[in-house]
């Protein structure tokens, strides 16, 4: 009997004991109950976190607009000081009139036509707010004469230098030519590591050679003889022509784009929503940087290849490849998928 009674008491003290492991229902509620106000405190940090951001870009609003104000005042103010001086109906103050008239109409332009524009800063603020998308990337082909951008800074430092009384307008000339010929140098051939090694063992072998000859002096003589001279007035336009040219590039970047995802890419064609989608499997990146004085001026191009042959490869010269390939290989390293 007592056997009995044991093998009785065995099963029961079990099953209290499982009992005591498994929790209740209530302490589970309990739990998830202390657990749960931590999301909200999270949701808030991030609501606190973008409250600055937009008061910032309120603040940035508003004082742009009381600084435009400002300055139109004060150009009403001249205006009508200048047209009480030389008269309502003269020459200069129609022509007055007419510059007035195309900047209004570009503003009116501007202001109706600004929601259907598909720019790519806008694009780049819909990639940058989609919670779906991490990683992307927007880029746009520079005109090749931003290579010439050492040549433009040299122009405006040459003009300056003029100002100085005394100083030798042909040495300024020649150390402006030496910029301008390696910007053209750099612009018209690829010239990779093992080039730009053999072209400076081959000079100085030849200058070596010379010099055996006793010739080197009346060589580098030579080059005295170079003078270039150009005024004032010429440095500036090569530098604001150079300048104009990038602006424009970069104001027709705004419309021609390329953005790629991790899922497809993007053609984007004008001002509008007109462009190509194609997806991820259908063409193939390669970066280009083997012009290595390009890459030292931050240049370097990214080159699109499809596996349709009748399109032809895109060459998209870039500036900051260095940032824009870490970029591409973390959009072609991943496949995003739709849950």
Avoid: C
């Amino acid at each position: 009997m007592t056997d009995e009674n044991n093998q009785e008491q065995i099963p029961k003290d079990q099953d209290n004991q499982e009992e005591i492991q498994q929790p209740s229902e209530q302490t589970l509620l309990e739990q998830s109950l202390e657990k749960s106000p931590e999301q909200p405190s999270e949701l808030l940090k991030e609501e606190t976190s973008e409250k600055p951001k937009k008061n910032r870009k309120k603040i940035i609003k508003i004082a742009a607009l009381i600084l435009a104000a400002i300055v139109l005042i004060a150009i009403v103010i001249y205006l009508i000081g200048k047209a009480n001086d030389v008269g309502w109906i003269s020459n200069q103050m129609v022509a007055v009139y007419i510059a007035v008239g195309l900047i209004v109409a570009g503003i009116v332009s501007w202001l109706i036509l600004r929601k259907t524009f598909r720019t790519r800063l806008k694009m780049e603020k819909v990639m940058h707010d989609d919670p779906d998308i991490d990683d992307w990337l927007i880029i746009f082909s520079w005109t090749p004469k931003a290579l010439y951008f050492p040549t433009i800074i040299a122009s405006f430092l040459a003009a300056a230098l003029l100002k100085i009384p005394g100083i030798n307008d042909t040495a300024i000339g020649g150390l402006w030519f030496a910029v301008f010929f390696m910007n053209f140098l750099i612009e018209e051939y690829n010239i990779s590591i093992k080039i730009l090694l053999i072209a400076l063992i081959s000079i100085g072998f030849f200058l070596l050679w010379l010099h055996l000859l006793e010739m080197a002096g009346a060589f580098l003589g030579l080059f005295k003889n170079i003078a270039i001279s150009m005024n004032l007035t010429v440095y500036l336009l090569v530098g604001i022509l150079g300048v104009l040219t990038i602006f424009i590039s970069w104001l027709k970047g705004l419309f021609y784009y390329v953005s790629l995802t991790p899922n497809y890419m993007n053609l984007q064609d004008g001002p509008t929503e007109s462009g190509e989608q194609i997806g991820r499997e259908d063409y193939n990146t390669r970066i280009d940087t083997s012009d290595f004085l390009e890459r030292l001026m931050g240049f370097g191009r990214i080159i699109i290849t499809f596996k349709d042959k009748d399109k032809e490869p895109i060459s998209i010269l870039v500036w900051g490849i260095k940032s824009k390939a870490e970029k591409l290989e973390r959009v072609r390293a991943k496949l995003a998928i739709d849950m």
